[in-house]
């Protein structure tokens, strides 16, 4: 297993990845009206550049020669600094293998190597891996509905001290 920073040349890579994670994930919590809508106006090629472009960085996870999961990231300076984890997500076929952990290591890694000792990540309540950022010593912060156009965003917002 292999992890790298993703760079431009990866978006088209970050998008396929997002096309056959988000419905299998999602199905069976979001409508597909929405699960389109999220994936055209998160995870287009366009959308995916442009968050480049704003500061959000993206790393890969590679097994045998193939991208298998994707995270993507950025620094926020509030009272306190925290790495914002924006996306973390890994094909139905790499769950419970441990790529997801060592991506979420390497996250906390980075958090680390830039001092920062705090991180959070936002996850749909009705999601599954709440149970896997527990598991790995994240907690609730705070639930939170965010209005996302004509869709409202369950979401708990949890946070790990490190």
């Known amino acids: 297993m292999e992890i790298v920073e993703a760079t431009e040349k990866d978006i088209r890579v970050i998008h396929e990845l997002a ?14 009206e929405q699960i389109s809508f999220m994936l055209e106006h998160m995870y287009s090629e366009k959308a995916l550049n ?8 993206f790393i890969l996870v ?3 020669n193939e991208v298998v999961a994707f995270a993507g990231y950025s620094t926020e300076t509030r009272p306190e600094s925290v790495l914002k984890i924006h996306k973390i997500y890994v094909l139905p076929s790499e769950q419970g293998k441990g790529t997801g952990k060592n991506l979420l290591e390497h996250l906390l890694n980075i958090a680390k190597d830039l001092t920062i000792r705090q991180v959070e990540l936002n996850v749909n309540r ?36 490190i």
């Open 19 to 32: 096309e056959k994670i988000w419905w299998p994930t999602y199905r069976p919590i979001l409508s597909e």
């Open 50 to 57: 442009e968050q480049m472009l704003a500061d959000t960085r």
């Open 62 to 64: 590679k097994s045998n």
């Open 126 to 161: 009705a999601n599954p891996a709440l149970g896997f950022y527990k598991k790995l010593g994240f907690e609730i912060y705070k639930t939170v509905d965010i209005p996302y156009y004509q869709f409202i965003l369950n979401d708990y917002v949890m946070r790990k001290n």
